[in-house]
């Protein structure tokens, strides 16, 4: 988990110095400098490293109009999967995008299933998702078929969330197709900016729309108002038992209960008090495989979870400890992991267990869950109440772990005494070293380490464990970013 940019909760003036205090930063500037990097270099990492969340940007429209090839073209690489027929999109997709020196997120959207509500319920349940976790939108209309339908559903959408819009028309390959683009300012969304997402023609001035219509930096989505609810997901497969899980800590019938799976289909949120302290719990729909291979209400419910995760201060993962760990267990872990959320594991219905149960399942959590070892562990039921009251001790934990933050000084004199006594191996006769370090952000923390040449990722996870070791860090993912000195002498063109 290598420069991944997560949300933070900061203040507007630690997107200058990432989480660095203006004493700090001066300090950490003049030991860059001593060690020959260059100074723009350094910034630059930091404001990576350290920035808040980064603006989103959604790509909607019906089916077949391009939007996995804009999504291609905007981040300069083939991996949104393109073929010449609807629906092929099958998954929501993130990827990080850079125009004019300023990054964003681009969220590709697809899935979109004829169902028995039809093809514009569909497109509209999608598109509504996209649009409320964006910060502004590109509109993607086929410039050769005109406004249909379906795009005047998706028009109505946009006008009622009130997000900034731009106006794609594409499939505009020459000069002749731009009177069929001109067309379009009928939707009455502004200016269509004609664009041959296959071709590339016209992107670049559409992409410099975009960057007017997005904020420097987007609204955050907790944490906004001091001392207000913690926000915590609950999430996994379905019937493990997040809604009963729900009831019990809420001490009252809050959310629907049966034994058949996928009764949740929306985020439920509930707010409830534990412990003298009031949390906004929210019970998500199960996630029962790959999102690419569900269709119709599942599809759509993984989604919304999704979007739970995102918002979300803590992701409490279920699992059914009565079943082997499953492939989609561990892709939820990921989930979380990913969306850089503190995370407590709780392993529900263990009264059921025996003792060979339990043996096992001490063996499958050794394997198949190893990478997240710092993830405070519960064992509770949600029918009887076991072990309830260790819940939010468990939230409170990985809560702070997750808002930690070491002064650069500490952090330096550890990376020193670390790199000494376990120095990087030696690669082609060089020994690469760690120089010097910083943390540039929390929410989850957020390292940059700036070395004299390449650090192999083995070294990373080395590194990581015993930050870990030194400091803590339990219920929260780390993320590292390497900087490699350029060769003295060498300039930036």
Not at 10 to 15: D, I, L, R, W
Not at 415 to 438: C, D, M, N, S
């Amino acid at each position: 988990m290598n420069d991944h940019i997560q949300p933070d909760g900061s203040a507007a003036h630690e997107y200058e110095h990432g989480a660095l205090g203006d004493a700090e930063y001066a300090e950490f500037m003049e030991l860059a400098a001593v060690e020959g990097f260059d100074v723009e270099d350094v910034e630059g990492a930091i404001e990576a490293a350290g920035h808040g969340p980064l603006p989103v940007l959604a790509v909607v429209g019906r089916p077949n109009v391009g939007k996995s090839t804009l999504v291609n073209r905007i981040i300069g690489r083939r991996e949104a999967v393109v073929e010449d027929k609807p629906g092929v999109t099958r998954d929501r997709v993130t990827y990080e995008a850079e125009w004019a020196g300023r990054r964003f997120k681009v969220v590709d959207t697809g899935g979109w299933e004829q169902d028995v509500l039809g093809i514009d319920a569909s497109v509209a349940a999608q598109a509504e998702y996209a649009i409320e976790a964006a910060d502004a939108v590109v509109f993607v209309v086929d410039a050769k078929v005109g406004a249909t339908d379906t795009d005047e559903a998706v028009v109505r959408l946009l006008r009622k969330a009130g997000k900034p819009v731009v106006l794609c028309a594409n499939k505009v390959d020459g000069p002749s197709g731009e009177a069929d683009a001109s067309y379009l300012w009928s939707l009455g969304l502004g200016e269509p900016h004609p664009v041959s997402a296959l071709h590339g023609r016209g992107t670049g001035d559409m992409l410099d729309a975009v960057l007017e219509a997005l904020p420097e930096a987007p609204a955050q989505s907790f944490g906004a108002a001091v001392g207000g609810p913690r926000r915590i997901a609950l999430i996994g497969r379905p019937n493990v038992g997040k809604s009963s899980l729900l009831n019990k800590v809420a001490g009252e019938e809050r959310v629907v209960v049966n034994e058949m799976a996928g009764t949740t289909r929306d985020p439920v949120d509930e707010m409830i008090e534990l412990g003298g302290v009031t949390w906004k719990f929210v019970d998500t729909a199960g996630i029962r495989k790959r999102v690419h291979l569900q269709q119709g209400a599942d599809y759509y419910a993984s989604l919304r979870t999704a979007a739970a995760v995102e918002k979300a201060e803590v992701a409490v993962v279920l699992i059914d400890a009565s079943e082997n760990i499953s492939v989609q267990d561990q892709r939820i872990v990921t989930m979380a992991v990913e969306a850089g959320r503190a995370m407590v594991i709780a392993y529900n219905k263990w009264d059921t267990l025996d003792e060979e149960r339990r043996y096992y399942l001490e063996r499958e959590i050794e394997t198949e869950l190893a990478q997240v070892a710092w993830a405070p562990r519960v064992n509770v039921s949600a029918r009887t109440g076991r072990h309830m009251e260790k819940l939010v001790p468990a939230i409170e934990t990985a809560l702070a772990g997750w808002e930690t933050r070491v002064p650069t000084g500490r952090l330096n004199a550890f990376l020193g005494e670390l790199v000494a006594a376990h120095p990087h191996p030696v690669r082609g006769g060089k020994q690469p070293r760690i120089l010097f370090g910083t943390q540039a952000g929390t929410k989850p923390p957020r390292f940059v380490l700036f070395a004299s040449g390449f650090i192999e990722a083995g070294y990373r996870r080395f590194i990581e464990r015993r930050l870990r070791e030194e400091f803590g860090f339990e219920g929260t993912p780390i993320h590292i970013s390497v900087r490699v000195r350029e060769k003295r002498g060498a300039k930036k063109k």
